[in-house]
């Protein structure tokens, strides 16, 4: 068990339909990642929070994404107007090293559109 | 800016026997850290081993040991012993040691199936 739980694992929604995933650290971490992997690929960084603060934020993170940590704790990744591009796992990882960044990952939530 | 290769996208090992996942990596920064995770066919990513880039002495975790030659930029990873739970994917992945926000950097997998 890493300590990230998410919700939900598995979302299949029709083209153009808003999705929305959640990211529960089971105690608090300052930072929080959101990750995306296509089928076959090695995960890719969209963004993360320090807190509750979005510090940075990766160029596939396109104008239809949003991701927010409103009180530092819990995470959510909206998509709106969803694509058949879309389709991906969603992984969210929290750091848990002192020295090293090191992250762990929740299960992931797969997201099929069709 | 960053980059991994996994230049092995699939494997067959014998059960019990070692298997040696190849990494090697390119980046400009001084100081990084490099992982190994698994992810079995359930999803989930499952954190392994990690080297920093200072540590003289090569990581290892249980079954797991790292190969790190810096001079190389490769980072391979041995599984001693390998167990049919074993099979999956393993990525090997970097990060730039910063004061914050250490993104990981992936390669694009390794697929092992453990033979019985």
């Known amino acids: 068990d890493t300590g990230v739980s998410q919700d939900p694992r598995h979302k299949i929604t029709k083209r153009g339909q808003n999705v929305t995933f959640r990211c529960d650290p089971i105690s608090e971490h300052n930072r929080l990642y959101w990750y995306r992997q296509t089928l076959g690929q090695g995960p890719e960084f969209l963004t993360y929070f320090q807190n509750e603060a979005q510090l940075e934020k990766s160029r596939l993170l396109s104008d239809r994404f949003s991701a927010e940590r409103p009180k530092g704790s819990f995470s959510t990744l909206e998509i709106q107007r969803t694509e058949q591009g879309d389709s991906a796992m969603y992984l969210c990882?929290?750091?848990?090293?002192?020295?090293?960044?090191?992250?762990?990952f929740g299960p992931g939530t797969r997201l099929t559109v069709l | 800016a960053q980059k991994i290769t996994q230049t092995q996208p699939g494997m067959f090992v014998q059960e019990k026997e070692a298997v040696t996942l190849d990494c090697t990596y390119d980046t400009s920064d001084q100081s990084y850290g490099l992982f190994w995770y698994k992810q079995p066919s359930s999803g989930e990513m499952i954190f392994l081993i990690y080297?920093?880039?200072?540590?003289?002495q090569n990581a290892t975790e249980g079954r797991y040991s790292l190969n790190f030659q810096k001079a190389r930029k490769s980072a391979n990873l041995v599984i001693s012993a390998s167990q049919l739970g074993d099979s999956a994917m393993y990525f090997c992945?970097?990060?730039?040691?910063?004061?914050?926000?250490?993104?990981?950097?992936f390669g694009g997998g390794t697929r092992v199936l453990v033979k019985p």
């Open positions: 992945a970097m990060i730039a040691i910063k004061a914050a926000g250490n993104k990981l950097t």
């Open positions: 990882a929290i750091n848990q090293g002192l020295a090293v960044d090191e992250q762990f």
């Open positions: 080297q920093g880039s200072y540590d003289e």
